[in-house]
C-alpha cells in the first residue's frame, strides 16, 4: 500500500462533510479503503453516486483517489485492494473503466482527483499516469493531479499525509482563497489550482524531491469548491 493514501482518503472525506465541504448528506459520500476499495466496489460507488445520484446539470461530481497507479502500454490503471500484479488490467481500475462511466455523469460540475504514486516501470511507450489521467474526461471537468508523467507523488512522514494532499487539503480550508485569491472566504477551482502549483513544489523539495502537479480549471468560468 502506499504510505499515508489511507489517511489522505479519509482527511478528504472528513473535508467534504466538514464546515467549508460541499457533502451536506452523508448518504452523497462513499469512503473506500483498505479491504472495502475493490474494484468492483469502486465502479459501484461511481455508478451509485455519481452518474444515478448526480444527474442533474447543477449537481457537483467528485472522484478523489489515492494510492498506487500504473501505466502500461497504453492503459492507466489505479490500483484497487483486490488488484493482483500479474492481472494488473482486468482487476484495476483501467482509464477505459473510469471514461465510460465518467462520460454518464450529467452533472455539469465535475471533478477529478489524483494523488497517485507509482513505483519504476511507471513510464512507458503510453506516457506517465497523469498524461493518461488528462485524457481520461472531457475539457469541461476540472482536474488536479498530483505530479508530471515523469515524477512520484511523495508522502511526507512530517505531515502524514500525501505532499499534494496536505497542500490540497490546506488550500480548500481555506488558503488558497487567502494567498492566491480574492479572500472573500470561498476556495474556487482557479484559487487552488494556483496554491497548489506554487506549493506542493516547494513542498517536495525540502523532501530532495522535484514534484510539479498538474491542474486544469473550468473554462466556463470559476468553480466554488467550498461554501
Not at 174 to 199: C, H, P, W, Y
Request: net charge neutral; proline share 3%; glycine share 8%.
Amino acid at each position: 500500500s502506499v504510505k499515508y493514501a489511507q489517511r489522505d482518503a479519509e482527511a478528504f472525506a472528513s473535508f467534504l462533510l466538514g464546515e467549508k465541504g460541499l457533502v451536506r448528506d452523508k448518504a452523497n459520500l462513499k469512503l473506500l479503503v483498505g479491504k472495502d476499495a475493490t474494484r468492483l466496489n469502486v465502479l459501484s460507488a461511481i455508478e451509485d453516486l455519481l452518474v444515478k445520484g448526480a444527474q442533474n446539470p447543477e449537481d457537483m461530481a467528485i472522484f478523489y483517489f489515492a494510492g498506487h497507479g500504473f501505466v502500461e502500454g497504453e492503459r492507466m490503471m489505479f490500483a484497487c485492494h483486490d488488484t493482483v500484479a500479474k492481472r494488473k488490467k482486468p482487476t484495476s481500475l483501467t482509464d477505459s473503466d473510469l471514461q465510460a462511466i465518467w462520460s454518464e455523469v450529467k452533472a455539469d460540475r465535475r471533478v477529478l482527483i489524483a494523488d497517485a504514486c507509482h513505483a519504476a516501470g511507471m513510464k512507458s511507450s503510453g506516457g506517465g499516469l497523469n498524461a493518461r489521467l488528462k485524457q481520461v474526461a472531457d475539457a469541461s471537468t476540472v482536474k488536479f493531479l498530483a505530479a508530471a508523467e515523469d515524477q512520484r507523488s511523495i508522502p511526507s512522514d512530517e505531515f502524514q499525509h500525501g505532499v499534494f494532499t496536505y497542500a490540497l487539503l490546506n488550500g480548500l480550508q481555506g488558503a488558497a482563497d487567502q494567498e492566491n485569491g480574492d479572500r472573500n472566504g470561498i476556495v474556487t477551482d482557479k484559487e487552488l489550482a494556483s496554491f497548489l502549483e506554487r506549493q506542493v513544489p516547494v513542498l517536495a523539495r525540502k523532501l530532495d524531491h522535484v514534484q510539479v502537479p498538474f491542474c486544469s480549471t473550468n473554462p466556463r468560468g470559476a468553480l466554488e469548491l467550498t461554501r
